[in-house]
């Protein structure tokens, strides 16, 4: 299993992909009418892609998925540059902490982390966060999702990469209830020898949302009811 992409909801994906590309300093991959992705490079080999997709009317509510970036020494100077390109100063009732709040220009909220040891070798991207009712259960959910494993960190439970590289997916008690479809949502794909993960993701408590025999992916939701999708298998 391998996490793949970061799918968000937009109203106007070229200027939304615009700005990330600019933020993340990504490779730009497709543009059509209605999509733009791009692609954020990790160690060895490995990325992530940002698929931004025309949705009419994206859910209002707070997404409990967003991704954080990485200030560290340079925090104050990276909020600068992304307050230059469109980001703007956000209010989630998040009171005096170390990271700062934007959002981005169609509302997505994200944090520019300040420096932490957990974050050492993350890149541009520190992590993912998702929100939920038991982090600890979700984490373990997770892990079979994308074949990452438990790390100490600095949130409620915390996973990465074996390599030990690249970002943290981070586990938080969600702030709220979950109002309508999540903004931004992952997608995982298995590969060749991965044909029992999906029976193993129901028994962790999956659901299947959707499955369209002419799309190459299904829809499911994690435990805490935070959409997400898996991808055909890769060979």
């Not at 079979?144 to 030990?164: D, F, I, K, M, Y």
Request: overall charge negative.
């Amino acid at each position: 299993m391998r996490l793949e992409n970061l799918n968000v909801d937009s109203l106007d994906p070229h200027r939304l992909a615009a700005f990330w590309t600019a933020a993340l300093g990504a490779e730009p991959l497709t543009e059509d009418d209605d999509l733009a992705e791009i692609r954020v490079n990790l160690p060895e080999g490995r990325f992530l892609d940002l698929c931004f997709e025309q949705v009419p009317d994206p859910s209002p509510g707070k997404s409990r998925v967003h991704p954080d970036l990485t200030g560290g020494q340079r925090q104050e100077e990276i909020v600068e540059h992304l307050l230059g390109m469109g980001a703007t100063a956000a209010d989630i009732g998040q009171g005096n902490v170390p990271w700062v709040v934007l959002a981005d220009p169609e509302g997505n909220s994200f944090c520019v982390m300040d420096k932490r040891e957990a974050y050492r070798g993350t890149g541009v991207l520190t992590s993912l966060i998702l929100e939920g009712d038991d982090p600890s259960r979700d984490a373990d959910f997770w892990a079979v999702a994308t074949g990452w494993e438990r790390v100490q960190g600095v949130a409620e439970a915390s996973l990465r990469h074996p390599s030990g590289t690249g970002p943290l997916l981070e586990f938080l008690t969600e702030s709220g209830f979950k109002r309508g479809k999540n903004r931004m949502h992952l997608d995982v794909r298995p590969g060749p020898d991965d044909g029992a993960v999906t029976s193993r993701l129901r028994d962790l408590g999956a659901q299947l949302l959707t499955d369209n025999p002419d799309w190459p992916w299904s829809t499911w939701s994690d435990p805490s009811g935070n959409e997400f999708c898996i991808l055909a298998p890769y060979a």
